[in-house]
């Protein structure tokens, strides 16, 4: 990982929460996650580094992997 994405890593709204809370078991459990992902000054960053790095897992920039895929798909429909 480069020196830049750790930067807005360490300003993620989730720095020192659990991280069980952003790999929610279903797309159901992923609403705490998404909340404070609402509130994050980094979720931009977050969401294209898991749109581009196509990050299986987890919660990023407050999207869940389905989420994630529809923005690919959709992208992909308007490139
Ligand atoms: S958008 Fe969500 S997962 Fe990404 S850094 Fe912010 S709080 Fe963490």
Redesign the pocket.
Known sequence: MSRSELS??Q?????GLDPGV?FPDSEDAAEE?KC??A?????I???EYALATREKD?????ATDKERRRIIRHRRRLA
């Open positions: 807005w890593r300003q993620g709204a989730c720095n952003f996650a404070i992902c509130e994050c000054p980094v979720r960053n977050c969401l987890g919660v990023w920039g407050g």
